[in-house]
């Protein structure tokens, strides 16, 4: 027995249109009595040999590759709290590494005019999104400040904004990475 076409898309939920022309029947006279098709008209699955070899598989897109990327940080820190209300901006170095697992494994230092602080960078890519954390750790803590950004050809750029509250200190970190790969 056939299914008509439309059956098929109702069954098993396919996206169908109409067809605009009808099926075609085997015009063969090789058909049996219950109008089945015989066994030499059957598809046997088996692909045609054209003789060509399949091709190398393509090249993943550059940015799906694994990297090493140096670049810049720019920030400003705002603190608010006991000692007043500031607001100064930092900036540094950072470099880090995409293995071929989409892990992002790397360091970096920002300095104001009167400190600089040194972090890890740690993160996983997914397709063209970068996203993870800033480390900053020492021996009875680690802040953890969120960023996120895209992954081209060329580079990275990462942006972050969060605010650290501890016992009614609070500093809010605001700023950009932008890194380059490396040859």
Not at 51 to 77: H, I, K, Q, R
Request: aromatic fraction near 8%.
């Amino acid at each position: 027995m056939r299914f008509p076409s439309a059956l098929y898309c109702v069954i098993f939920g396919l996206g169908c249109q109409a067809a605009t022309t009808a099926e075609k029947q085997p015009e063969s006279d090789e058909q049996n009595e219950g109008g089945q098709d015989t066994d030499e008209q059957r598809d046997t699955g088996e692909a045609e040999d054209t003789g060509d070899e399949p091709g190398p598989d393509p090249e993943p897109p550059a940015y799906l590759l694994p990297g090493a990327f140096v670049g810049s940080m720019d920030a400003t820190n705002i603190y608010d709290g006991s000692l007043g209300h500031y607001e100064e901006a930092c900036t540094g170095d950072a470099a880090f590494t995409i293995t071929e697992d989409f892990v992002v494994e790397g360091t970096g230092n920002c300095a104001t005019s009167w400190l600089d602080m040194g972090f890890f960078i740690e993160g996983l890519q997914e397709d063209q999104l970068v996203s993870g954390n800033l480390v900053a750790e020492n021996e009875t803590d680690r802040v953890e400040t969120p960023f996120s950004g895209t992954r081209t050809d060329d580079g990275v750029e990462l942006s972050f904004d969060a605010t650290h509250v501890n016992e009614g200190e609070q500093l809010r970190i605001v700023g950009t990475i932008s890194v380059v790969l490396q040859p």
